[in-house]
């Protein structure tokens, strides 16, 4: 489930993941979201690397939230949203934005205090209809996003719940689960800032 307010990580946390491949064989490495259905438009591959045989890979980064603008139009797994603008979203003061058509080009503007535990992306009635895509993300790279549609009202979770896996899909782009061979959901515990995920060639065995 996404995470609300409530039980999402405190925005500036440090997290660290530690990926080890313990197979003979590379692997394509990947970290996304899941959500339920009605989480509004596409999941997209956060962090994605190759590991060669009996290679690990640390990763480190900064809980922040973000609204993510893209040029994608054709929306379909293992396509690039393509991000041209992100920008910090802070609960309870700039947690709201409007995507909007300034001098005939999209822009996310007018940030404002939103909904408690929500982010808000509202279209403008002046976006021309699939003319680009919009919605969040995490550490300044997109999680979730949908087609520009005019006077629609997008809303997330604080934090997605992410999941580690291998498969064929790369960082930034759409994908569905035809091309995800393995997964396991990546929770980090209260209180937890590290982890170990070791991939053993069929499944994952993590630790915290």
């Known amino acids: 489930m996404e995470q609300g307010a409530e039980v999402a990580p405190p925005v500036g946390v440090e997290f660290t993941l530690t ?21 509004p438009g596409s999941p997209v591959v956060w962090r994605s690397f190759d590991l060669g045989p009996d290679q690990s890979a640390v990763l480190e980064w900064r809980h922040t939230l973000n609204f993510v603008r893209g040029t994608l139009t054709d929306f379909g797994p293992g396509q690039d949203y393509d991000p041209v603008q992100i920008v910090e979203a802070v609960p309870g ?74 498969g064929t899909y790369r960082q930034g782009q759409l994908f569905s689960t035809m091309g995800i061979n393995t997964q396991a959901p990546l929770d980090y515990p209260g209180g937890a800032t590290t982890a170990t995920a070791v991939f053993d060639g069929t499944g994952w065995n993590i630790s915290y």
């Open 19 to 39: 990926v080890v491949n313990d197979t003979t064989e590379p692997t394509n490495v990947m970290i996304f979201p899941t959500a339920p259905a009605v989480v």
């Open 93 to 166: 003061q700039s947690n709201q934005v409007t995507l909007a058509l300034v001098d005939g080009e999209l822009a996310l503007v007018g940030q404002q205090a939103g909904p408690p535990g929500t982010l808000l992306v509202v279209q403008d009635p002046s976006v021309p209809p699939g003319s680009g895509n919009v919605g969040v993300g995490i550490a300044g790279l997109g999680t979730f996003v949908a087609l520009a549609e005019p006077g629609v009202k997008q809303g997330y979770g604080y934090a997605p719940q992410f999941s580690i896996g291998t």
